[in-house]
Each structure stands twice: as structure tokens, then as C-alpha cells.
């Protein structure tokens, strides 16, 4: 049998599989969560990123190249080494894809409002709508790569427009982000979690599955895609970051309902407050696309049904999260919960997809780099020390 040619990086699948996974983490969450805790570490936040853009790198690695030399989807790895546990590991990302998606939907109504005055649910219905004839387009995969492209491109561009006009203390920030004068345990798991956990971690690998791009011989592409992506994010969360820290150093007095708004209208006045409604909505719709994109692809091989009609349970998946939002409203709650949900599913997750790894015949005979494993169990354990306390101590809160 004559090997796969090997696919191109810059450009087609390979690329569009790191836009995606880069776009699904810089979700509304995204803006929120690096708001909050700038505010709260201030220059020391730059610590926490690259904190978790060196566990993301041991998360990313591993899962995607293990997934794409199994040539086996997260589920079906997982099954193929426990019957059953493929369901499993499917209900936690699905569970936790759809309460983002909720957040999501909320997010493309709140920036359709500052755009345009109309209301939330409005916004949401109408950014519902963009997101189906999206995925109804003839060739999606061909969509979902030049979609995410340029969303990504544009939300940095416009994220960069702002950190310029806020002047921000660069080299103080650098210097904190090397020797912080301050940290939080909350700050890395919600990071981490929200740029690699959850369906996040598989956004990618799976999209480069359905391509085509896998097997041993396309490892190098796999790579670079992996790191494309989590440079992607990192550029925008640092970018944001200084935007930020630029506002505070002048002394500006964010909004508690809405921090991440008054950051751009501090930064360049109504013009700023326009560009956030944009860089919310893009990073908003792109996370809805991801999120059901990724929840869905773990239906598809439980039965030929899903494959058959990918395009219908995507819709469907859409259509639910939209609903429930316009019937229920305030996601915040369930958008919080979510992250540290998504933070202790990363740990179960790796673990299954590092022990898979060691499985000879799921690997066809493929023997994954001791450094690659090593790096691995680091962040499981990182990360499963920091997020089950904190899991706990957020249900605590929630029952009291």
C-alpha cells in the first residue's frame, strides 16, 4: 500500500486544524477569564501564561500525535483500551462542550448588542442562524479552515490595535512574567483549562483526522499544527494581557458586569468599545463553530448514523444551546463551572490518551518518545493537583 503524500502545512487542513483549536479556546470565557485575573495579578499574570503555554505544549503533543498515528478518534482509542470507556470520556466532553456552547451563544448576543443596540436574544438568534448556513455550506471542512483563519487573524489584529493605544509597561510585564511577584492556583487551572481542556484538546487532532492527515508519516505536520495553535492562542491571550495591564497602569476602573468592554473603551473610547463588540462576536461564533464541530465528532463513530448526518446533529447541537439560552439567560454561573470542569477533564483525558499510547496494537507498533510520555504525566498530575481542590472547594460555594 503506497503512503499518504505528505500535506502541506501552511495553508489547507493542517493550518485550519490549529486555527481551530486556537479559535475554540479564545472563546468569550477567554476574554472574561483574562480579564479578571489581570486584574487580580496584574503584571504577574504573564507568568500564568506561560505557565500553561509550557503544560499546553505536554497536552497538545501528546494528544495529537497520538491520536493521529493511532488514526483513531479520542473515543475509539479509549474504547479500544477499556470497552466502554470511549462512552465515557465522549459524555464528559460532550457535557462540557455544550455548557461552553451555552456561554458561547451568549457571547454572540452580547456582541451583536454592542454593535448594534439589539438585544441578547436577538443577537443570539440571529448568530445561531450564521452559524448553521455555515455548517451547511457544501465542503464544511473547507469552511471550517478558511472561517477560523480569518476570524483568528482579525480578533488579533484588532486586539493588537488596542494594546498599542493603551501603552502598556512592556518591560515591566515581561519582567514579571519571568519573576512574579504574585500567583494564583485558580489563575493556571482556568487558563489551561480553557485553552486546551475539554473538547479543546481533541478540536484539532480531530479535524485532521477527518482530513486525511495521519499516520506516522505526516508527524511532522501534525507537530506543527499543534504548536501553530497554541501559539495562535498565546499571541492573543499575551496581546489582551497588555492591553489590559496598558488600562489599569492608568488607573481606569473596569466594570465588574462587563471588565473586558471597559478595557476597550478605556483603551481607544466608543471606536475601542466597537472594535470589542467585533473581537467578541468573532471569537464568540468561531467558539460556537468549534465547540459543536468537536462535541459532534464524538458522536460519529458510536454509530454510522451520526457520520451520515453530520450536518443535522451539528444543527441540532446548535439549535439546543441557543434555546436553552434564550429560555434560561445568565450563562455566567454555568460559564465559570464549565472551566473548572474543563480543567479536571484535561488530567482523565491525557491519562487515557498517554496509557493508550503504551498499547502496542492501538499503536500499530508506533513507539511514542519517553520525553513525549514524561512530559505528558507531568501535566496530568500538575493539573489534577491543582483542579480537584478547586473543584471541590467551587462546589462547596455552590451548595452553601
Not at 27 to 48: A, D, E, K, N, R
Not at 79 to 104: E, K, Q, R, S, W
Not at 263 to 279: D, H, M, T
Request: proline letters at 4%.
Amino acid at each position: 500500500m503506497r503512503p499518504l503524500p505528505k500535506a502541506r502545512w501552511f495553508g489547507g487542513a493542517s493550518l485550519g486544524a490549529a486555527f481551530l483549536m486556537a479559535n475554540s479556546s479564545i472563546g468569550p470565557g477567554f476574554l472574561t477569564q483574562t480579564t479578571v485575573f489581570t486584574q487580580q495579578l496584574l503584571t504577574s499574570f504573564g507568568f500564568v501564561i506561560l505557565i500553561s503555554v509550557v503544560l499546553d505544549v505536554g497536552a497538545q503533543l501528546n494528544t495529537w500525535r497520538i491520536l493521529t498515528v493511532s488514526e483513531l478518534r479520542a473515543q475509539d482509542l479509549a474504547n479500544g483500551l477499556v470497552p466502554g470507556l470511549g462512552y465515557f470520556l465522549a459524555a464528559m466532553v460532550i457535557l462540557g462542550g455544550f455548557a461552553f456552547n451555552i456561554g458561547n451563544i451568549a457571547g454572540c448576543g452580547l456582541g451583536l448588542n454592542v454593535l448594534t443596540g439589539m438585544s441578547f436574544e436577538q443577537g443570539a438568534l440571529i448568530s445561531c442562524g450564521v452559524a448553521l448556513v455555515l455548517f451547511w455550506v457544501r465542503e464544511v471542512g473547507k469552511m471550517l479552515d478558511g472561517f477560523t483563519k480569518i476570524l483568528g487573524t482579525v480578533k488579533i489584529l484588532l486586539t493588537l490595535i488596542i494594546a498599542f493605544s493603551a501603552h502598556p509597561p512592556v518591560l515591566q510585564a515581561l519582567h514579571h512574567t519571568l519573576l512574579p511577584v504574585q500567583i494564583s492556583a485558580a489563575s493556571i487551572v482556568t487558563i489551561v483549562g480553557g485553552t486546551v481542556g475539554g473538547y479543546i484538546t481533541f478540536s484539532g487532532a480531530h479535524r485532521l483526522l477527518d482530513a486525511g492527515i495521519k499516520g506516522p508519516d505526516q508527524q511532522g505536520v501534525v507537530t506543527r499544527s499543534a504548536i501553530s495553535g497554541i501559539v495562535i492562542s498565546t499571541i492573543m491571550r499575551f496581546v489582551l494581557f497588555l492591553a489590559i495591564v496598558g488600562v489599569l497602569s492608568k488607573g481606569a476602573v473596569l466594570d465588574p458586569d462587563n471588565p473586558a468592554a471597559s478595557v476597550f473603551r478605556s483603551a481607544a473610547g466608543e471606536i475601542g468599545f466597537r472594535i470589542f463588540g467585533v473581537i467578541l462576536w468573532s471569537a464568540a461564533i468561531s467558539s460556537v463553530v468549534g465547540a459543536a464541530y468537536t462535541s459532534v465528532s464524538f458522536f460519529k463513530t458510536f454509530h454510522p448514523v451520526f457520520a451520515r448526518y453530520e450536518r443535522l446533529c451539528i444543527s441540532v447541537f446548535i439549535v439546543l444551546s441557543t434555546a436553552i439560552f434564550v429560555l434560561v439567560g445568565k450563562p455566567t454561573q454555568l460559564l465559570v463551572f464549565a472551566g473548572f470542569i474543563n480543567g479536571l477533564i484535561l488530567p482523565i483525558a491525557l491519562a487515557i490518551v498517554l496509557i493508550a499510547a503504551t498499547n502496542s496494537r492501538l499503536m500499530r507498533g508506533y513507539r511514542h518518545p519517553r520525553w513525549m510520555l514524561a512530559a505528558g504525566w507531568v501535566v496530568v498530575v500538575v493539573m489534577g493537583g491543582l483542579s480537584v481542590p478547586l473543584l471541590v472547594e467551587q462546589v462547596g460555594g455552590l451548595l452553601r
